[in-house]
């Protein structure tokens, strides 16, 4: 992925708010499961990591993006942007 559709990318996130926050206990295989399903109803989501969870931001993400197969769009703070764009009928154009 090109730093100009990330950037896109990171303007469409914007205005989404998180819908996934990840506390104390960390991830799970059911936490992922439900990331994984939204990923394919939205493409791009935002998520949440509070004080209270067990890593960081960035290693979460990390683990996510290699658990389930997505792109780790931006880390900062305590959000996570994620994407997986649709084989077919995708919401988010990305030019080369």
Known sequence: MTSKQRAYLRGQ???LDSIFQIGKTGLS???LNQL???LEARELIKISVLETAPDTAKNLASK???SIN???????GNKIILFRQKKKNS?????N
């Open 70 to 76: 997505t792109e780790v769009i931006q880390v900062i």
């Open 64 to 66: 996510i993006s290699n």
């Open 91 to 95: 919401r988010y154009t990305l030019s």
């Open 13 to 15: 996130a914007n205005t």
């Open 29 to 31: 295989d059911n936490l």
């Open 36 to 38: 994984s399903e939204a």
